[in-house]
C-alpha cells in the first residue's frame, strides 16, 4: 500500500477494473524489491500476499507474466571438496574412532547421516590393492 500511496484498502481496489495496470504495478514492486536486494524468499512472500487479496476480490492477474519477474534462486552457500591440509589438521584432534570416521566421509563422499548404518559387511575386498 505505501509503495503506491494507497492509504486503505479500497484505495488498491479502485484499480480493479484495469487488471492490467494491477499487473503492472505488481511488476513495479518486484523490481524495486529486487533493488532492495531483498531475497528471494522475501519478495515471493510479498507477491503472494498481494496476489492471494486480488484473487480474493475477483481480480483476474497474469501470474505467469508476474513470475517471469521474480528473482532467480541463488545459491548462498558453495558445496566444496576439503583440502587434504584441512582434513590434516582435523585429524590431529581426533581420537581413533574418529580419525576412522573423517577418513571415511574424507575418501568415500559418504555424508553423515548414512554412517550409523554402515558395516563391516558392506566391504568388499579389491585384490587388486589389497584393500
Not at 503492472?24 to 536486494?37: A, G, T
Amino acid at each position: 500500500m505505501a509503495y503506491v500511496g494507497a492509504k486503505d484498502v479500497n484505495d488498491l481496489m479502485l484499480l480493479q477494473d484495469n487488471p492490467k495496470l494491477v499487473q503492472s504495478k505488481i511488476i513495479d514492486y518486484i523490481i524495486d524489491l529486487k533493488k532492495q536486494d531483498l531475497s528471494i524468499d522475501a519478495i515471493n512472500l510479498y507477491v503472494a500476499a498481494i496476489a492471494k487479496f486480488y484473487t480474493v476480490n475477483d481480480v483476474n492477474l497474469n501470474r505467469t507474466k508476474i513470475g517471469m519477474y521474480m528473482p532467480k534462486r541463488k545459491r548462498r552457500q558453495q558445496d566444496r571438496v576439503y583440502t587434504t591440509e584441512e582434513i590434516a589438521k582435523l585429524l590431529q584432534f581426533c581420537d581413533e574412532r574418529l580419525k576412522a570416521v573423517v577418513l571415511i566421509m574424507a575418501s568415500t563422499g559418504i555424508r553423515i547421516g548414512a554412517l550409523p548404518d554402515l558395516q563391516l559387511r558392506h566391504l568388499q575386498l579389491i585384490k587388486e590393492y589389497s584393500l
